[in-house]
């Protein structure tokens, strides 16, 4: 991991995070008040319709300024095809050299993923150890996506959408938050 930081202060690149992760319309519960003598109920559908999202936690260069790209993927599973879609649609916004970091899933490697990198030599990526989730600050944006969205009751997928849309949304907005999850998450002094 120092390697890739000191790589990436060398290059004058942007320091790229991500991660996918999942939102169901069966709710999370969390740890609520109520009234004594009242246990909140919520009441759902079991159903099984979900919302898969791939995001991008970005450094700046000079480490000044964070950003926080979503795609979000209504009733489908990610595949390596949409991961390539995100890399060059993530390229698009940034200038310059980019190192991505990420786990070592199935969707993160293969010929599909070598094409976009032969084909943008400005990417170079790297993976983060083997069992280490706590390294990635993406998975902080998870967490506090899922606390926000703890314990409601979403009638359907594209409400669900909506309400994942919205929520990573003003997280993206939120520079406190996000350098808050590069923190939590790597021995990096920001500015």
């Known amino acids: 991991m120092a390697a890739g930081k000191k790589n990436a202060a060398r290059l004058g690149a942007h320091l790229v995070f991500i991660d996918e992760s999942g939102f169901l319309l069966t709710p999370s519960v969390r740890r609520t008040w109520a009234p004594r003598g009242q246990t909140p109920v919520l009441h759902h559908w079991q159903r099984h319709d979900r919302v898969s999202v791939i995001s991008a936690v970005s450094l700046s260069p000079r480490r000044h300024r964070c950003g926080l790209y979503v795609r979000c993927h209504p009733d489908q599973n990610l595949r390596t095809p949409d991961v390539c879609a995100f890399l060059r649609a993530l390229l698009s916004h940034l200038r310059g050299p980019v190192i991505v970091l990420w786990d070592r899933i199935r969707i993160h490697r293969g010929p599909l993923i070598r094409a976009v990198l032969d084909?943008?030599?400005?990417?170079?990526?790297?993976?983060?150890?083997?069992?280490?989730?706590?390294?990635?600050?993406d998975e902080h944006v998870w967490q506090l996506a899922k606390a926000v969205l703890a314990n409601g009751r979403p009638d359907d997928l594209r409400t669900l959408t909506r309400d994942v849309r919205?929520?990573?949304?003003?997280?993206?907005?939120?520079?406190r938050h996000?350098?808050?999850?590069?923190?939590?998450?790597?021995?990096?002094?920001?500015?």
Do not use: D, V
């Open 119 to 137: 084909r943008f030599p400005r990417l170079r990526i790297e993976s983060f150890p083997a069992y280490a989730p706590e390294l990635n600050p």
């Open 166 to 175: 919205t929520t990573l949304r003003r997280l993206s907005t939120s520079q």
């Open 178 to 191: 996000l350098r808050a999850c590069i923190t939590h998450a790597l021995p990096i002094r920001l500015p």
